[in-house]
């Protein structure tokens, strides 16, 4: 069974014709319903490694963090505070890109069943954000405030403002009928898998784990920790649409391209240290501008990797506190996940390939 039929558009604005080939590529338009034959079985591999990592956001205990929240400095307060005002509407932005603009346009069973789930664990995530702010943030008018943060701090507004940019670049787009449109979808997908989840989130894990490293606030990283794995699956199964997408219609990867996402992936950065300055200014013990500015550039060089694209900075990973976790926390983390739950998570976390 097939879905929704091809609209007939003028032949020399099209990328390919379906009619010529027994088999549709990925980024066709149309809505292919079929799961037999199974053209695209790793993405249903990646729908089934997510279901493994279940996780509610009653299973996090924030309430332990209130102690440490009175021990923190001046400083260290206002990190964590633009920190849950980001945390507050970052994954919905995600989440309406992925409705508005992803499942439209992936023409694969396999790639929607991901998809579905991946807005489902955002949905958990935005929960979690919600817990967390309830938690950290008693006073009402307060966590209104954070709510409104992409309007009123600057920093977080610039990084909202890079997002919604790239949502409108592709929200007019209902099909997918020219190599510009294809290639315009493709800077979308590489935009919020290597900018948003992969550069502005590992960004704010980063805190999160130096706050841990300094004793503080376990709760939250704890919480970080399920977060941290789906962002991670998020990204790959969105690099392996990109590699698929590759591997169809190579075409489309050409110098303009490389060039165009190395120009995203600065811009995302500068965005990026522009929030640091913010979480930085009063002056965090342990923690400076030089040091972050130089892990925001490790990180977007491996997004670069991952796309097989040369790297930008050469930059160097300045955090130990990220290339080495407390190995027995997350062992019995995870151990405790397998024992007590049905849904237990396989797998091996390696934090120096995502970081």
Same mark, same amino acid.
């Given at each position: 069974?097939?879905?929704?039929?091809?609209?007939?558009?003028?032949?020399?604005?099209?990328?390919?014709?379906?009619?010529?080939?027994?088999?549709?590529?990925?980024?066709?338009?149309?809505?292919?319903?079929?799961?037999?034959?199974?053209?695209?079985?790793?993405?249903?591999?990646?729908?089934?490694?997510?279901?493994?990592?279940?996780?509610?956001?009653?299973?996090?205990?924030?309430?332990?963090?209130?102690?440490?929240?009175?021990?923190?400095?001046?400083?260290?307060?206002?990190?964590?505070?633009?920190?849950?005002?980001?945390?507050?509407?970052?994954?919905?932005?995600?989440?309406?890109?992925?409705?508005?603009?992803?499942?439209?346009?992936?023409?694969?069973?396999?790639?929607?069943?991901?998809?579905?789930?991946?807005?489902?664990?955002?949905?958990?995530?935005?929960?979690?954000?919600?817990?967390?702010?309830?938690?950290?943030?008693?006073?009402?008018?307060?966590?209104?405030?954070?709510?409104?943060?992409?309007?009123?701090?600057?920093?977080?507004?610039?990084?909202?403002?890079?997002?919604?940019?790239?949502?409108?670049?592709?929200?007019?787009?209902?099909?997918?009928?020219?190599?510009?449109? $294809?290639?315009?979808?493709?800077?979308? %997908?590489? *935009?919020?898998?290597?900018?948003? #989840?992969? /550069?502005?989130?590992? =960004?704010?894990?980063?805190?999160?784990?130096?706050?841990?490293?300094?004793?503080?606030?376990?709760?939250?990283?704890?919480?970080?920790?399920?977060?941290?794995?789906?962002?991670?699956?998020?990204?790959?199964?969105?690099?392996?649409?990109?590699?698929?997408?590759?591997?169809?219609?190579?075409?489309?990867?050409?110098?303009?391209?490389?060039?165009?996402? $190395?120009?995203?992936?600065?811009?995302? %950065?500068? *965005?990026?240290?522009?929030?640091? #300055?913010? /979480?930085?200014?009063? =002056?965090?013990?342990?923690?400076?501008?030089?040091?972050?500015?130089?892990?925001?550039?490790?990180?977007?060089?491996?997004?670069?990797?991952?796309?097989?694209?040369?790297?930008?900075?050469?930059?160097?990973?300045?955090?130990?506190?990220?290339?080495?976790?407390?190995?027995?926390?997350?062992?019995?983390?995870?151990?405790?996940?397998?024992?007590?739950?049905?849904?237990?998570?396989?797998?091996? %976390?390696?934090?120096?390939?995502?970081?």
């Amino acid at each position: 069974m097939r879905g929704l039929p091809v609209s007939a558009v003028d032949e020399s604005t099209t990328v390919s014709s379906t009619a010529g080939r027994a088999t549709p590529m990925l980024l066709d338009p149309g809505m292919d319903l079929t799961l037999r034959p199974m053209r695209y079985p790793h993405f249903f591999d990646r729908f089934r490694d997510a279901i493994k990592n279940t996780w509610t956001v009653e299973e996090v205990d924030l309430h332990s963090d209130l102690a440490d929240l009175d021990r923190l400095s001046a400083a260290e307060r206002h990190l964590v505070g633009r920190l849950v005002a980001f945390f507050a509407t970052g994954d919905t932005i995600v989440a309406n890109n992925l409705v508005l603009n992803l499942y439209q346009h992936v023409n694969s069973p396999e790639g929607r069943l991901y998809l579905s789930r991946q807005l489902f664990e955002e949905a958990v995530h935005v929960q979690f954000y919600l817990n967390l702010l309830d938690t950290y943030v008693p006073d009402e008018e307060e966590r209104f405030a954070a709510f409104a943060a992409i309007e009123t701090i600057p920093s977080i507004r610039r990084k909202a403002e890079f997002c919604f940019r790239w949502i409108d670049s592709v929200f007019e787009l209902r099909e997918l009928k020219t190599r510009d449109d $294809r290639r315009a979808f493709l800077l979308n %997908v590489i *935009c919020f898998a290597a900018c948003i #989840e992969g /550069l502005f989130f590992y =960004g704010a894990f980063a805190y999160v784990y130096f706050l841990r490293s300094r004793g503080l606030l376990h709760g939250l990283a704890s919480g970080t920790n399920w977060v941290f794995r789906d962002e991670s699956m998020h990204m790959a199964f969105a690099f392996d649409v990109v590699d698929t997408v590759r591997q169809e219609e190579p075409e489309l990867f050409d110098d303009e391209l490389r060039q165009q996402v $190395r120009e995203m992936l600065a811009e995302a %950065v500068e *965005c990026e240290v522009q929030f640091a #300055e913010d /979480l930085l200014e009063q =002056g965090v013990s342990g923690l400076s501008l030089p040091d972050m500015r130089e892990y925001l550039q490790y990180v977007a060089d491996r997004r670069l990797a991952q796309l097989d694209i040369a790297p930008l900075y050469g930059s160097s990973n300045p955090f130990a506190f990220m290339e080495l976790q407390d190995v027995q926390e997350l062992s019995n983390f995870f151990e405790r996940r397998v024992s007590a739950y049905q849904v237990g998570v396989g797998g091996t %976390v390696r934090f120096d390939d995502d970081f």
